[in-house]
């Protein structure tokens, strides 16, 4: 019967592409069009027809992790671009209905006092430090990367991610800046650099907090940058300026306002914030249940609507938006190789569990940015409309920027 159900279940959605399963009797189902990409799975379990009808999304990503399925030729990417690629026709089906159950129980899900908010950051920033440093750039950024042409190198590309996001912070020497979610200090240590700015870097990762405080010592900006362990909603200075990046995924749904309603206090009437975030093409939505139990527990990626409602409520001014689509799919790409070069050693760090599933974790996390609608939204904000230049040219034409300097 669960077979049946599950065969009924996956034809009714899965119209693009190939998937060939094989089942643990020998039985072979078929589905899609026989076109490319041609995936074939095994399941090594005889319950798993049943188990992915109640919940396909975790048992999919646990299936993989404890080899219960096994992919051929281990093509993750294929498989993800088949299951993602007709993700639109199966919005009426019964995966569809269980996602619409579980954005009914979101607000509860993303529930994140100070206290939980804690605890969700320990469970994936605390891991082993050198993990870490064998799949990202030697800055440690942790988010996605500005890919001028497809050619640059990771280096370059988050490189120019933190030169735009400063461009749109418009600097000025002495200026005080607040990075909410600073990670292991590199945007903060960037800006105190290369721009004479003091900032305060805010973070509930103990391992990135001890991590940043010591580069700061090291890079002698100790005087110009400082490193808190501590939420943003217990800072109680103003700054002219403030940024966060790859944070505002962790805030939860029912707290935006109070983010943005902190947002407003802590700018000066001047002031300029700029937030850079995962977001979604499509309407609100729910988080990947496999990602909230493994990875990001009480993680979301926002709709622009309900971010940008939140924002209208707390008076601030929305002054400019870029959506960036393609960016994050090239640097998990980049990180996933990464990763797999360095699997041996990430291995004897955790043990095999653990790396398939951080592999399946940045390929599914890449596969979504490619076929599943996710995107970035840089979104810069003031108190006053008339904090920023009228036009863009500031950002890209160096001339615009001098004239604009010299005028002031």
Wanted: charged share 25%; glycine share 8%.
């Amino acid at each position: 019967m669960w077979t049946k159900l599950f065969d009924r279940m996956v034809g009714s959605f899965l119209h693009r592409g190939t998937l060939i399963i094989q089942l643990v009797d020998g039985t072979v189902l078929r589905y899609g069009d026989g076109q490319p990409p041609e995936v074939r799975v095994a399941f090594h379990d005889e319950d798993l027809p049943r188990r992915l009808l109640f919940s396909p999304e975790i048992v999919m990503g646990e299936g993989y992790m404890d080899g219960t399925i096994t992919v051929e030729n281990d093509d993750l990417h294929g498989l993800l671009q088949v299951l993602l690629g007709n993700f639109p026709e199966g919005a009426g089906t019964w995966p569809g209905l269980l996602r619409m159950f579980r954005k009914i129980a979101t607000p509860i899900l993303q529930f994140n006092p100070t206290g939980k908010a804690r605890r969700n950051v320990a469970h994936h920033y605390d891991l082993s430090g050198e993990m870490y440093e064998l799949f990202l750039d030697t800055d440690k950024q942790y988010s996605c990367a500005y890919f001028r042409t497809p050619e640059v190198t990771l280096e370059e590309a988050q490189a120019a991610k933190k030169a735009h996001i400063a461009g749109k912070l418009l600097l000025e020497p002495g200026m005080k800046v607040l990075d909410i979610g600073c990670g292991w200090g590199g945007m903060a240590l960037t800006l105190a650099r290369d721009y004479g700015v003091q900032v305060l870097g805010v973070t509930l990762s103990t391992e990135q907090h001890k991590v940043a405080t010591e580069r700061a010592a090291a890079a002698g900006l100790s005087d110009r940058v400082e490193f808190r362990l501590t939420d943003y909603r217990n800072v109680r200075e103003t700054f002219d300026r403030i940024v966060s990046v790859g944070m505002f995924e962790h805030v939860g749904a029912p707290h935006y306002r109070e983010y943005f309603r902190h947002m407003k206090k802590l700018l000066n009437p001047d002031g300029v914030a700029l937030i850079h975030t995962i977001g979604r093409f499509s309407p609100p939505g729910s988080t990947s249940p496999w990602i909230t139990k493994y990875i990001f527990p009480g993680g979301y990626c926002p709709a622009l609507s309900e971010t940008m409602a939140a924002v209208e409520r707390e008076g601030l001014v929305e002054t400019d938006v870029e959506i960036w689509r393609l960016h994050y799919a090239e640097t998990l790409r980049h990180w996933q190789m990464r990763f797999e070069a360095n699997i041996d050693k990430v291995r004897a760090l955790y043990d095999d569990r653990f790396c398939r599933m951080w592999r399946f974790y940045l390929v599914a996390s890449e596969m979504s940015f490619r076929y599943g609608g996710q995107c970035v939204f840089q979104i810069q904000l003031a108190r006053r409309q008339e904090a920023v230049p009228l036009t863009r040219d500031y950002l890209y034409v160096p001339e615009a920027r001098a004239a604009l300097r010299a005028a002031e």
